[in-house]
T-cell receptor
């Protein structure tokens, strides 16, 4: 597989529940990003990994959000106690200069 | 926060015409990238132009970069209905602690009418 995979594609959850998304980047890519995109807007940066190190987190990433990239391979993004405002498309990208994006996970909090 | 601002926000043209989209940004950059996004899908990388380059071509795409004006343009020539999508510019710059920020604008929604 030569692309970035994200799982699940869609997630509907009740407010207050926890959700976890997974991203499998292209294997030789060191950099991995998580973005959030709402309707009609561009992707907003959430967090960035260089290999297994989380080097930067956006102020958008409240303490309910946590991301990991163990061993510098796949990454997970967890949202605890989801709120309706968390409804968005969550995009993962990997690369070294130009970036390859996954198809995203669309989260709907009801 | 979003650094890039695309202009126009929406553009509608006839198939075969050229489409030009502009992007302005605020801070110094290492490179600038353009992406395409079809409705509800992930982003597809189109082209990257480095800060020391002024123009780059890829197929029907032409990108210019003017670092003195902090602006870039994307030209799609001989447009096709399949070019209908949203187009985003993204600026890449090094920030502290070795971080490499990639910041997107709000996008231009292009509609190509057959």
């Amino acid at each position: 597989d030569t692309g970035v995979s994200q799982d699940p594609r869609h997630k509907i959850t009740k407010r207050g529940q926890n959700v976890t998304f997974r991203c499998d980047p292209i294997s030789e890519h060191n950099r991995l990003y998580w973005y959030r995109q709402t309707l009609g807007q561009g992707p907003e940066f959430l967090t960035y990994f260089q290999n297994e190190a989380q080097l930067e987190k956006s102020r958008l990433l409240s303490d309910r959000f946590s991301a990991e990239r163990p061993k510098g391979s796949f990454s997970t993004l967890e949202i605890q106690r989801t709120e309706q405002g968390d409804s968005a498309m969550y995009l993962c990208a990997s690369g070294n200069t130009g970036y390859t994006f996954g198809s995203g996970t669309r989260l709907t909090v009801v | 926060s979003q650094q890039g601002e695309e202009d126009p926000q929406a553009l509608s043209i006839q198939e075969g015409e050229n489409a030009t989209m502009n992007c302005s940004y605020k801070t110094s950059i290492n490179n600038l990238q353009w992406y395409r996004q079809n409705s509800g899908r992930g982003l597809v990388h189109l082209i990257l132009i480095r800060s020391n380059e002024r123009e780059k071509h890829s197929g029907r795409l032409r990108v210019t970069l003017d670092t003195s004006k902090k602006s870039s343009s994307l030209l799609i020539t001989a447009s096709r209905a399949a070019d209908t999508a949203s187009y985003f510019c993204a600026t890449a710059s090094y920030s502290g602690a070795g971080s490499y920020q990639l910041t997107f604008g709000k996008g231009t929604k292009l509609s190509v009418i057959p």
